[in-house]
């Protein structure tokens, strides 16, 4: 499985972005897709993970502010971000886990999203 971000940006606060995950490969084996967001010094955080079944979940800081989606004909999973706040700042990065019982993670580049107050 191959994963490629896109979307990230500058942008002002209170302003959006979609970022996009898609991914390629052996992709009917992909049992979640999660981003992930690691803010220079910090320590790699969960954001958003979106399940074959059930429903997403997201980090208490982003919660009503982002939505995880995806277009399973496009293999393409999606990080709508609104009122984007300076401490959103970060490199976002997409993971995806596959295989049984979600044996194999796999890591896509990152995507920088950068806030300006």
């Known amino acids: 499985v191959q994963l490629v971000e896109s979307g990230g940006g500058l942008v002002q606060a209170g302003g959006s972005l979609r970022l996009s995950c898609a991914a390629s490969g052996s992709t009917w084996t992909i049992n979640a897709i999660t981003w992930y967001r690691q803010a220079s010094g910090n320590e790699r955080e969960l954001v958003a993970a979106i399940y074959n079944g059930g429903s997403p979940n997201y980090a208490d800081s982003v919660k009503g502010r982002f939505t995880i989606s995806r277009d399973n004909a496009k293999n393409t999973v999606y990080l709508q971000m609104n009122s984007l706040k300076p401490e959103d700042t970060a490199v976002y990065i997409c993971?995806?886990?596959?295989?049984?019982?979600?044996?194999?993670?796999?890591w896509g580049q990152g995507t920088q999203v950068t806030v300006s107050s």
């Open positions: 993971s995806a886990r596959a295989g049984e019982w979600g044996a194999y993670t796999y």
